[in-house]
């Protein structure tokens, strides 16, 4: 009989830890599907692309955190694009620096979870003559000013 409740146990206990298992690698895989595109558990594939519309050569070097995209030199109508997913915390923040030749022209917060979750989920930037002015997908408003260059 002791036998027994100790089997019953054990038969319990490996049946919450193999639904466990399951539960947490379903969670945590990008198996999900919605209209045939991969989703997230932290929610959709967000795209940062940055267009150089100045007539001169436009040094841009972006990262995060734990991400680094490496320095690209973009000739007019250029585009630098990546593509990933928030983070569960919702504190995704890319950042960039922008150079003309050796002048510095700031650097800038590109993508910030809190700011552009709802503002686009493709999100593009254009380097003019005065700085970076942002469009979204999301809204039909004009693009914004976000940041003049300081140079």
């Not at 895989?29 to 436009?58: C, F, K, W």
């Not at 917060?109 to 989920?121: F, H, P, Q, S, T």
């Amino acid at each position: 009989m002791i036998n027994s409740s100790k089997g019953n146990l054990i038969s319990i206990m490996s049946s919450k830890f193999t639904i466990s298992i399951v539960v947490i690698s379903f969670i945590c895989s990008e198996a999900l599907q919605q209209d045939r595109q991969l989703i997230s558990i932290t929610g959709p594939l967000m795209t940062v692309s940055i267009i150089n519309e100045n007539d001169y050569h436009l040094g841009v070097h972006c990262k995060s955190a734990n991400k680094d995209f490496g320095f690209r030199l973009l000739k007019k109508g250029e585009i630098y694009e990546w593509k990933f997913h928030n983070n569960l915390t919702k504190t995704t923040l890319y950042f960039c620096g922008f150079h003309d030749g050796q002048i510095d022209k700031g650097i800038f917060d590109i993508y910030i979870a809190l700011r552009n979750e709802e503002r686009c989920k493709i999100c593009t930037w254009k380097a003019v003559k005065d700085g970076i002015y942002g469009y979204s997908d999301k809204h039909p408003e004009p693009a914004l000013l976000f940041y003049k260059w300081l140079k």
